[in-house]
């Protein structure tokens, strides 16, 4: 005999994080009650749970979500209705798992000394005579002291160009892990708890988890190494400098990046949020050139050139499948 596991309760605490499917359950509503939505896309997220009995409670718990916010799953509202459900679950998916799963960061991060926010760069200089340059999205603090001068990057990315100073050495620190500069530029990039540092001029010793009993390397200039939990700190490689640091002229530079990468970076400079619904398209390689200050012509680009559509609504871009238009030859990473 087989028995269906009951329906989950949806959480009651606000620091209470969501699991990644009812996430995925919940992007599925949002977009169905956007408006663009079609019967196909409705006859696709019926396929979607029937899966497996994990996205069947998945979508069970979304479900209660939605209905707890006001109004029920019907197909038809106005446009202000649908707005106001949109921007609900956003607010939801934020409040239930945002500070539980670190989504803005560490509590100390809460009121960084520097900030910029999405879609601003800013150059600052230093007391010690430093430049420091702040992509979009970025915050930090600054630690200078006697003996030492250090920055805490919470997230975002910034590129260091250090002044010389033999008394105090300079350390930027990213989740858990340390650059500290043997001599004048580099740059240091964190996403969630995985940080990329690449170097410019001269060489930077990264240490990681930390820099007493942890592993280091020296990095020298035309290279870039990463750190992260589940992989440790990785052996360092030459890399394309000017792609890796684009960013501070206002360029991306994509070499068949996949576009749920690609769509994560772009947020840096787009308000709202971006949701691939279908995951078979996360994974599609994307190339070209384009300016961070005009991200919706990126958007425009890739709906030209892969097999998708894009949906701009208020805070919330979806982008979907074409289904007019074959997947092959992209096909998701195993």
Same mark, same amino acid.
């Given at each position: 005999m087989t028995?269906?596991p009951?329906p989950?309760?949806?959480?009651?605490?606000?620091?209470?994080?969501l699991?990644?499917?009812?996430?995925e359950?919940?992007?599925?509503l949002v977009y169905?009650?956007?408006?663009?939505q079609t019967?196909?896309?409705?006859?696709?997220?019926?396929d979607w749970?029937?899966e497996?009995? /994990?996205?069947?409670?998945?979508?069970d718990t979304?479900?209660?979500?939605w209905?707890g916010? %006001?109004s029920?799953l019907?197909?038809k509202?106005?446009?202000?209705?649908?707005a106001v459900?949109?921007?609900?679950?956003?607010?939801?998916?934020?409040?239930?798992?945002?500070?539980?799963?670190?989504?803005? *960061?560490?509590?100390?991060s809460?009121?960084p =000394?520097?900030?910029? /926010?999405v879609g601003?760069?800013?150059?600052l200089?230093l007391? =010690? *005579?430093?430049?420091?340059?702040l $992509?979009?999205?970025?915050s930090l603090d600054?630690?200078f002291?006697? &003996?030492?001068r250090r920055?805490?990057?919470?997230? &975002?990315r910034i590129f260091?160009?250090v002044?010389? =100073?033999p008394?105090?050495?300079?350390l930027v620190?990213?989740?858990g %892990?340390?650059?500290?500069?043997? %001599?004048?530029?580099?740059a240091? *990039?964190?996403e $969630?708890?995985?940080?990329k540092?690449?170097?410019?001029?001269?060489?930077?010793?990264?240490?990681?988890?930390?820099e007493? $009993?942890g592993?280091?390397? $020296?990095v020298q200039?035309g290279?870039?190494?990463?750190?992260?939990?589940?992989?440790g700190?990785a052996p360092?490689?030459?890399t394309d400098?000017?792609?890796?640091t684009?960013?501070?002229?206002g360029?991306?530079?994509?070499d068949?990046?996949p576009?749920d990468?690609?769509?994560a970076?772009?947020?840096?400079?787009?308000?709202?949020k971006i949701?691939?619904?279908?995951?078979?398209?996360?994974?599609?390689p994307?190339? %070209?050139?384009?300016?961070t200050?005009?991200t919706d012509a990126l958007? =425009? /680009?890739?709906a030209?050139?892969?097999?998708v559509k894009v949906?701009?609504?208020?805070?919330?871009?979806?982008?979907r499948?074409?289904?007019?238009?074959?997947?092959?030859?992209f096909?998701?990473?195993?």
């Amino acid at each position: 005999m087989t028995v269906r596991p009951s329906p989950p309760e949806a959480p009651d605490r606000l620091d209470a994080p969501l699991d990644p499917l009812t996430e995925e359950a919940l992007e599925w509503l949002v977009y169905l009650h956007s408006g663009a939505q079609t019967e196909q896309d409705w006859a696709a997220f019926q396929d979607w749970k029937a899966e497996s009995a /994990a996205r069947r409670q998945a979508a069970d718990t979304a479900e209660h979500l939605w209905h707890g916010l %006001g109004s029920a799953l019907g197909r038809k509202r106005s446009a202000k209705a649908t707005a106001v459900k949109l921007l609900s679950v956003l607010l939801l998916v934020a409040a239930t798992g945002g500070f539980a799963a670190g989504l803005f *960061g560490p509590p100390a991060s809460y009121f960084p =000394d520097e900030r910029t /926010a999405v879609g601003e760069r800013r150059t600052l200089t230093l007391a =010690d *005579g430093s430049r420091l340059e702040l $992509d979009a999205a970025t915050s930090l603090d600054i630690h200078f002291t006697a &003996g030492q001068r250090r920055l805490t990057l919470f997230g &975002g990315r910034i590129f260091v160009t250090v002044a010389p =100073d033999p008394a105090r050495p300079f350390l930027v620190e990213a989740a858990g %892990g340390t650059a500290r500069a043997l %001599g004048t530029a580099f740059a240091v *990039g964190q996403e $969630d708890n995985r940080v990329k540092v690449v170097v410019t001029e001269h060489t930077v010793r990264v240490a990681y988890p930390n820099e007493t $009993d942890g592993a280091s390397v $020296d990095v020298q200039a035309g290279n870039e190494v990463s750190y992260a939990p589940a992989t440790g700190l990785a052996p360092p490689h030459p890399t394309d400098v000017r792609t890796r640091t684009s960013w501070r002229r206002g360029l991306m530079l994509l070499d068949s990046r996949p576009l749920d990468q690609v769509m994560a970076e772009v947020e840096r400079y787009r308000s709202g949020k971006i949701i691939i619904v279908d995951a078979a398209l996360r994974h599609l390689p994307v190339s %070209g050139m384009f300016e961070t200050g005009d991200t919706d012509a990126l958007l =425009d /680009a890739l709906a030209e050139a892969l097999p998708v559509k894009v949906d701009r609504l208020p805070l919330l871009t979806v982008i979907r499948r074409d289904p007019a238009r074959p997947l092959e030859p992209f096909q998701p990473r195993r």
